[in-house]
């Protein structure tokens, strides 16, 4: 049974999707091997045979799953003689609200820290596209935005104090060993990491001996790619 | 088998613990019996037995167990035939995570809203405990921090953002079920309710919608004490 993940890339290779890198986690967390194959923002040819135009897409031998929450739906469900993601509906139905606060509320506070550090790490042929869809969230261009980092930081770094008090309980955000939770919120800072030297996170965050932690799991599978030592 | 629990309350036995509230729910849907023994804050001979200071204490025969989330643990691993709370690790692990987001980020954003109400459902001898423990979190009376509330309660409702996601794909917080994660955050809207005829949610919020779905389970278990109906 072969698996291939789609994902997006960036300019020199840069693989910066925080909800394909999800799936890399989960990919790995499962101990399944799978072709990665490159996909830039406009590239949407290459996924049409999925029926929508975002990646990550997984094809797992004759199925085809979109949207980063089903896929690992998709591989609890499929592959359940392999380490779980959840396990059971509690976990699943729980994971669902870590994803939306991390989709609405991380990313919300990480986007504008990092804007023009993605939109410096993209391929040129998505650059319009990348200007046309994110220009509207933001009432100055790119690097003006993003120039107020330091400042700003303070905001992501105080959102995610609920993480630093489940980290002093338990090593992971699932518990005791990483799970999809954990690639959720990882996804995230390697989002970040891929394309800025940016620091968000301070050398005694507990957050950021977290995040190294997962990025070292399953034979450091989050260092796979190239990426900023931020 | 008998089972106690130890819960807050204020004058005209109003039962605001947001803590105790998730103990009370998760004794529902476990299908429970227990008998509630009334606390006030100052009250601390009563629960002395359980070598610290703070309700919510359970006593389940032989054993006592204080602190929420220990109690929800405790009720899982020892009544394990009955309905689930967590059911797995990683629900367990995800569900303190919600736990901190409640208590950190809920919690601070209620707080205000109600303070002055809390503080007037109080029993005469809380009072003035009430008032040295919880007013050096605000930099004026209580009854001021209160008043400026229909423009405070704004940042609550956007917080509200991945509960209203998350209710927009499943029924409840844990899935198509509610379970330990539901009660810690209905916990936040009970303690309101219970002392303050303030409306946290609109009428037409999905969360508003979802509360009352976990308030009428188990035989309307939440409608059990004197509240407001906000």
Not at 32 to 54: E, M, N, P, R, Y
Not at 194 to 206: M, Q, R
Request: hydrophobic share 45%; proline share 5%.
């Amino acid at each position: 049974m072969s698996l291939t993940l789609y994902e997006l890339t960036g300019k020199d290779d840069r693989r910066f999707s925080p909800y394909c890198w999800r799936i890399r986690m989960a990919l790995a967390h499962k101990g399944l091997a799978a072709d990665f194959v490159a996909v830039h923002f406009t590239d949407k040819d290459t996924i049409a045979f999925s029926g929508q135009g975002k990646v990550p897409v997984l094809v797992d031998g004759a199925t085809t799953v979109s949207d980063s929450f089903e896929i690992a739906c998709h591989l609890d469900d499929n592959h359940a003689d392999r380490p779980a993601l959840f396990g059971n509906e509690i976990a699943r139905g729980e994971a669902r609200l870590i994803n939306h606060w991390t989709n609405s509320v991380l990313h919300a506070l990480i986007q504008p820290l990092v804007i023009d550090d993605i939109y410096q790490h993209l391929a040129e042929a998505d650059r319009a596209y990348f200007l046309e869809t994110r220009s509207p969230r933001f009432d100055r261009p790119f690097d003006q935005v993003q120039a107020r980092r330091e400042t700003d930081v303070v905001a992501l770094r105080s959102a995610l104090t609920p993480l630093r008090l489940t980290l002093a309980e338990q090593p992971y955000l699932a518990g005791g060993t990483p799970a999809f939770a954990d690639y959720i919120v990882l996804g995230a800072f390697q989002w970040a990491r891929s394309i800025s030297p940016f620091k968000l996170l301070e050398d005694d965050d507990p957050v950021r001996a977290w995040r190294d932690r997962v990025l070292s799991a399953f034979g450091r599978a989050g260092y796979a790619t190239t990426a900023y030592d931020a």
